[in-house]
């Protein structure tokens, strides 16, 4: 679990904060970033970077190790610190608040600046870095991969897509961007796994669900991973999140994702509501559906 850093921020300067983006920098060469090599990159005098590598250390920024060389590298901690401050800086985040959800590849905390917006900082490479690594191909082409690099391509990524969806498609509103941590609107509602539907509502959610799964797929994506998790359902409708690992609808794949989409949300239905999924419907015409832009709702394939 990583820290919280946000509490930190008013007791850093800005020289700890040259001394992250110094280390930062030195870390796109090797992991372990040079003693010597830090004053030319964080722009800092030798006593300077002495002075601000203590401040750091002690508050959990950044790692030392000494095997051949004296070396210093970022923890997620010192990560968050530098992309939370440009944020504030850019005016995107005012106020920081609770946690609204720990994923297995990210934390998400509430945050403010004119609305309630969510800040997602985005963990891949750092849970499970191999898995990351094989089932991600946006890494594949990278020989030296750190978890920095793993996490920033995922939030552009998601980022991109985002901005891509909305409004189209029923997604978080994307407000901003940097390193590995994206800001968006903050959903209201709840998480589709954790309520229990009225009778009277239950097909009308489908019913969203599968034509935003459908307008997804007709402004390119197919999302991948879809499931009770990552839909937020309130009284206005549902709205699908997590997207880092959608995938374009030209891709060789992208008929299988949707196909295991719509399995998972079927099977969730069918499981938790059996009386009114109809026993015709299967997932796989629904792919056909979709995939010919005429889905309309459930009841068509009684
Ligand atoms: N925009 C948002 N507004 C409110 N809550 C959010 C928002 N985005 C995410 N959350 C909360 O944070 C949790 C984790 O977010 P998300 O699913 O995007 O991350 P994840 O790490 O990819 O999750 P997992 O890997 O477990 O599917 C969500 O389940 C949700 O409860
Ligand atoms: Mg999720």
Redesign the pocket.
């Known amino acids: 679990m990583v820290r919280n850093v946000a509490g930190l921020l008013p007791e850093l300067e800005a020289e700890d904060f040259y001394l992250l983006s110094g280390v930062e920098q030195g870390m796109r060469f090797s992991e372990w970033v040079q003693r010597e090599k830090l004053p030319k990159f964080a722009s800092l005098s030798e006593e300077e970077v002495d002075y601000r590598l203590e401040r750091c250390l002690k508050r959990g920024l950044i790692e030392k190790k000494t095997i051949q060389y004296e070396g210093y590298t970022l923890q997620f901690e010192g990560y968050d610190a530098l992309a939370l401050r440009a944020l504030v800086e850019q005016d995107m985040i005012s106020e920081f608040g609770s946690p609204?959800?720990?994923?297995?590849?990210?934390d998400?905390y509430?945050v403010r600046s004119y609305k309630p917006?969510?800040l997602?900082y985005h963990?891949e490479g750092y849970t499970n870095f191999r898995e990351v690594h094989k089932e991600r191909d946006y890494t594949a082409d990278k020989k030296h991969v750190s978890w920095m690099y793993t996490a920033r391509k995922a939030a552009e990524r998601e980022f991109g897509i985002l901005e891509e969806l909305y409004p189209d498609v029923a997604v978080?509103q994307p407000i901003g961007q940097n390193r590995h941590a994206i800001v968006?609107?903050?959903?209201d509602g709840v998480?589709l796994s954790r309520t229990r539907l009225e009778d009277e509502q239950v097909l009308g959610v489908f019913d969203l669900l599968l034509s935003e799964i459908t307008c997804a797929y007709t402004n390119g994506y197919v999302h991948a991973?879809m499931?009770e998790?990552?839909v937020?359902v309130n009284e206005e409708g549902v709205t699908i999140?997590?997207w880092?690992q959608a995938v374009p609808t030209d891709h060789e794949n992208a008929d299988e994702f949707l196909r295991r989409d719509l399995r998972n949300v079927v099977g969730y239905f069918r499981r938790k509501y059996p009386q009114y999924v109809p026993d015709e419907l299967e997932s796989d015409e629904l792919v056909e559906s979709i995939t010919a832009d005429s889905f309309e709702t459930v009841t068509e394939f009684v």
């Open positions: 609204l959800g720990v994923g297995k590849e990210s998400v509430e917006l969510a997602k963990r978080p968006m609107e903050k959903m998480e991973d499931s998790y990552n937020f999140f997590d880092p």
